[in-house]
RNA sequence: GCUGUAAACUGCUCUAUCGCGGCGCCAGCCAGCAAAGGCUGGCGAUGAGGAAAGUCCGGACAACGCAGAGCGCCACACCACCUAACGGGUGGGCUGCCCGGCCGGAAGGCCGGGUGGACAGCGAGUGUCACAGAAAACAAACCGCCGAUGUCCGGGUCUCCCGGGCAGGUAAGGGUGAAAUCGUGCGGUAAGAGCGCACGCCGUCGGGUAGUGAUACCCGGGGGGACAAACCUUGUGGGUUGAAAUGCCACGUACACCUCGAUCCCGUUCACGCAAGUGAAUGGGGCAGGGUUGCUCGCCUUGUGGAAGCCUAUGGUUUCCGUCGUGGGGGGUAGGCAGAUAGAUCCCGUUCGUGAGGACGGGGCUAGAUAAAUGAUAGAGGCACUGGAUCGCGCAAGCGCUGCAGUGUACAGAAUCCGGCUUAUAGGUUUACAGCAAAA
RNA sequence: GGUCCCGUAGUACAACGGAUAGUAUGCAGGUUUCCGGAACCUGAGAUCUAAGUUCGAUUCUUAGCGGGACUA
């Protein structure tokens, strides 16, 4: 369903600042991509196996209005096309932390923003099937 | 009518699909003794600005002990009024510059229009005034002018006069400079100078008239480099800190460790005791800190308790524990509720006021987020500009209407809330002024 | 959210309100050397922007732009 609700925002700082000392990143021009994967027993208490934000740095962009339709736009992106990451999520119940950040030096139009999540989700859902298939790397990554 | 400038106002609309925030109602699930609550879904209405921006001022509100004195620091600066307050606004005064007209011999003044003024005080002190120039501030002589007076030389018609030089006088003129001792005219003089007088300019003091006042006009005295966005002086105002303030709830943790400092003196009352004295309570001072405003004083506040040992023993000193504090290093949390959205509020009318604005009456108004909502996509329309087409008028240039295509549709996103200021802004509307063109 | 500070050659810093804005390094050219380095000589190169005060502004004032620090 394409909506996004209150528990797929990330919000704990927490989370946030374990997600860029552990997590592993990739570009797709012009967005980049920070994700962790979290054992479920810390994912608990809010309830949803997928969490998202959005990051645009104000040191290229200096009015709020344009960090803000950016935001918009990528979250409205996200929102369309993450069906597909949602479908190449393991069993296991593990959660993914997930959190873009716009790179780009100028504002793009919005189907150039649009491909690029397409194109990353894709990439994203590879990384994640593999590693259902061999539960070693898996336990591997949760021990850690 | 067009163009430009300034001010004020305004600053896109609709539909479809998929979404978001808080609110109300309904349903389901979770948890609970219950009340309250959490999650999910549906429906409903609702959801950024004139600057929400910059954070430059002023308040509300809150806390700090209801906050004392002096110094320091900061801000402001013609007057009156408006206002909760302001460095904001309104009206007035004075004044610089430009244009036009008038008066005067000139200096200069008056009137009208436009456009500016951080507009208290260098008539308190200190300081600065580069280069150039003789001289840049209780002074000073380069060229020039004079040489009356004194003196020297020469000559003559010899108690006097003429010529030349020196001492010296002179701030009119030249030249330098941003600026040269107020300007014009007359007198005066050897030559000159506010040296004197008349008129005028600019400050200041006293008096009178008008005005709430700034100030204006009249009379009189005394005066005449600039700079305070130089130090400063005078007057007025400011207690400090800001919603990450502050209050409450929940959760977690370490009264651990190292370091350094204070732990003293004098009294009063009560109890016990024959007494020395001991114990308890309390007051003052000192010491070590802390708080209050940057500093000082003042004020408020915390600790000043116990045990043991040594000695030269009614005392001195050392150590340990405790208490309070300084610094170091470390640990935990970073969730929720309130503050926080109805107010110096907006609109209309009447009325007072030149105006900013005030008073009265009537009516209207739920954005309240917190890794932070108000969006995305598609289509249609409106408005502006450009292009050429059809039709109409016209000889033509061209103008008008209709529809078409292309481009543009700005600046910009609430974060405790208000009043201002400043800055950004496509396009549109209105008003004022200026210029151009045409007609009467 | 709040508070404070700073903008000068490519870089790091100077300059009581006063002459052509200085020093180091870097850059360009030349001398020297077989070549390069070092050394020496010469040269180019800057006051963040806009107004204002002043005779005169890097300096003083105001507004804007940019950068940095502190504060839970």
Redesign the pocket.
Known sequence: ???????E??????V?SRLFQEGQSFAQYPLRFVWLVTPPVENVPPGSPLQF?V?VPKKRF?????R??L???IR?AY??HKEKLYAALPDTGNAISLMVIYTGAEAL??TIIAEAMYQALGRLSRKMLPRTDSPSAQENNVSK
Request: proline share 3%; charged share 40%; no cysteine.
């Open positions: 369903m394409a909506t996004f609700t209150r528990h925002r990330l919000k704990s700082r927490k946030i934000t990051s200096k009015h709020a209005v344009d803000n339709r935001r918009r736009q409205e929102r369309l139009p919005y």
